[in-house]
């Protein structure tokens, strides 16, 4: 059990364009889901953490014009890079919490190249 | 600033040997949780302990927790190739809902 995923694996798009991440537990209802950031050969950077029916609470320094993230149910995350461009190219991970876990579980992560 | 601090950086060993990460951290914490990365993945977790546990085991992992020293340690015993990963260890602090800090981590290479 405890399955997360994310979709896509890997995109590559233009300077300019948007780009939607999905991020969905399998088998179990996430009452709260987190994204991070994480760039080669370092560590993951939490974005925003995310509670279903709820507005994202960022962490400092991310723009929540930029990086939009909906929690429409409790199985389903987004993450919607908004006007895209080559900084903003890194590895994009999600993990879901159940309420009664203390137990993040990671999705797989998505690759985001922007040219 | 990162909460979690793991030493070696990197460690190379030989299959078969055991290899000890270390990581602290500066906060009050609920609890700490050690993760691994194989390059390019996802993060899998490999074992959790709270602030009130001093030692866990799971298989071939044991983790310590010393919460005077806020220092934990993650060992794995009889390596294998397949060890090679990047771990982590995360803090989850004290009033930050459950959110999880993570530390620089550290590159394992078990050689064959």
């Known amino acids: 059990g405890a399955v997360v995923s994310q979709h896509p694996s890997r995109v590559i798009c233009k300077s300019g364009t948007s780009v939607k991440i999905e991020c969905r537990s399998l088998?179990?209802?996430?009452?709260?889901m987190f994204w991070y950031r994480q760039f080669p050969k370092q560590s993951l950077m939490l974005m925003a953490t995310?509670?279903?029916?709820?507005?994202?609470?960022?962490e400092q320094g991310v723009e929540k014009d930029k990086f939009l993230i909906n929690h429409a149910s409790l199985t389903l995350s987004t993450l919607t890079v908004t006007s895209a461009h080559p900084e903003d190219s890194s590895f994009y991970i999600c993990?879901?919490?159940?309420?009664?876990?203390?137990?993040?579980?990671f999705g797989p992560g998505t690759r985001l190249l922007v040219l | 600033s990162q909460q979690g601090e793991e030493d070696p950086q990197a460690l190379s060993i030989q299959e078969g040997e055991n290899a000890t990460m270390n990581c602290s951290y500066k906060?009050?914490?609920?609890?700490l949780q050690w993760y691994r990365q194989n390059s390019g993945r996802g993060l899998v977790h490999l074992i959790l302990?709270?602030?009130?546990?001093r030692e866990k085991h799971s298989g071939r992992l044991r983790v310590t927790l010393d919460t005077s020293k806020k220092s934990s340690s993650l060992l794995i015993t009889a390596s294998r190739a397949a060890d090679t990963a990047s771990y982590f260890c995360?803090?989850?602090?004290?009033?930050?809902?459950?959110?999880?800090?993570f530390g620089k981590g550290i590159t394992l290479s078990v050689r064959p």
């Open positions: 993990s879901a919490m159940r309420g009664d876990q203390e137990t993040q579980y």
């Open positions: 088998d179990f209802q996430a009452t709260t």
């Open positions: 995360a803090t989850d602090e004290t009033g930050a809902n459950s959110k999880l800090t």
């Open positions: 906060t009050s914490i609920n609890n």
């Open positions: 302990i709270r602030s009130n546990e």
């Open positions: 995310s509670n279903e029916g709820s507005k994202a609470t960022y």
